[in-house]
């Protein structure tokens, strides 16, 4: 079996049981570390004047490191509906992770900001959680190693969860009260917080007010990084002062804001669909966007996206997601 393969997932059916190998890429990772790691050692043998013998201690932790990567590669998931549990065993042997089917809502589709998704498990209580990964990373929707993972591994897991499934677990919460939502009769605008938005606008706006007074020889950079320090303050600015109504009488959703080139309208029908968008910075979750897609009138296939609100909280999604239904009646 090649490296490439290996990086793809893998899965493995049996009789009552499913088990995925979605961390294959970390081989990949172990040989390249391994190379390293080699040629690191040489230079530390080289330099020091030193043995390998001697060297034990820094060897060991290098290999120690190596088998670290090769053991995560070979971390599993493992669905036994004859014990109706999900495992997660790492380095293939080692749980961290054992829960019910009945507290398992399914697998989906992620995807994140450099435009590249997985698949992965989600609980009923934390249907937009960070979820439990199953699946490696892909580019392309027509990755034949997704849409076979999705044909043939997904669907007999979810035939797993469903044989766990109650009424009780699909029963939505009413809508008495809006947490995310000003309602004013037919008008309901999304309460937004002001504070952040306008304070980075300030603060680019001094900046840029500041540089203008430097003297300086580079007149066009100048002119240049102030202009772009405005502009900065006028997006701040304009997020700030941005509002989204969903009109419930003429059945549209206007975006309006400062600049007025952005205001934007749509209308319930054309309503195509809601994603959600998971934001990193360094690896480290900042926050889930709120998407909703609207079809292009006359044009088959094109669509536009809106993002309507940023969240973290796996219950203030599923939240704002129900509220929203409930106003577009959906």
């Given at each position: 079996m090649s490296l490439k393969s290996l990086s793809k997932t893998r899965w493995k059916i049996e009789q009552d049981k499913v088990t995925i190998y979605p961390y294959g890429v970390f081989y990949i990772f172990t040989a390249i570390i391994a190379v390293l790691f080699t040629g690191l050692l040489l230079i530390y043998i080289n330099y020091q004047n030193t043995t390998i013998a001697e060297?034990?201690?820094?060897v060991l932790l290098l290999l120690l490191m190596v088998v670290m990567f090769w053991g995560y590669g070979a971390t599993q998931i493992e669905f036994d509906n004859s014990r109706g549990k999900m495992r997660?065993?790492?380095?293939?042997?080692?749980?961290?992770?054992?829960?019910?089917?009945?507290?398992?809502?399914?697998?989906?589709?992620?995807?994140?900001?450099?435009?590249?998704?997985?698949?992965?498990?989600?609980?009923?209580?934390?249907?937009?959680?960070?979820?439990?990964?199953?699946?490696?990373?892909?580019?392309?929707?027509?990755?034949?190693?997704?849409?076979?993972?999705?044909?043939?591994?997904?669907?007999?897991?979810?035939?797993?969860l469903d044989l766990?499934?109650?009424?009780?677990?699909?029963?939505?919460?009413?809508?008495?009260?809006f947490r995310f939502f000003n309602q004013n009769g037919n008008l309901y605008t999304i309460k937004s917080k002001k504070g952040g938005a306008i304070f980075f606008g300030l603060l680019f706006l001094v900046i840029g007010l500041s540089l203008l007074t430097i003297e300086t020889n580079g007149i066009v950079a100048k002119i240049f990084i102030v202009a772009a320090t405005l502009f900065l303050a006028l997006i701040f600015f304009n997020a700030a002062y941005t509002t989204l109504t969903f009109?419930?009488?003429?059945?549209?959703?206007?975006?309006?804001?400062?600049?007025?080139f952005l205001n934007r309208r749509y209308q319930f029908s054309a309503f195509a669909g809601i994603q959600t968008l998971r934001r990193s910075i360094n690896f480290v979750y900042a926050g889930t966007d709120i998407n909703m897609y609207f079809d292009v009138p006359g044009k088959n296939g094109k669509q536009v996206l809106l993002t309507v609100i940023s969240l973290k909280k796996s219950a203030d999604i599923e939240r704002f997601i129900q509220e929203l239904n409930v106003i577009m009646t959906i």
């Open positions: 060297s034990l201690p820094f997660k065993l790492l380095m293939g042997f080692i749980p961290v992770a054992n829960v019910p089917f009945s507290k398992l809502q399914g697998i989906n589709a992620v995807s994140n900001m450099a435009g590249s998704y997985n698949y992965r498990l989600f609980k009923k209580d934390a249907k937009y959680g960070s979820g439990i990964v199953v699946s490696s990373g892909y580019t392309k929707n027509d990755d034949a190693n997704a849409v076979a993972f999705v044909e043939e591994a997904v669907p007999i897991i979810h035939g797993y766990h499934d109650s009424p009780a677990d699909y029963v939505a919460e009413p809508i008495t009260s009109n419930q009488a003429t059945q549209t959703i206007e975006r309006t804001g400062v600049a007025k």
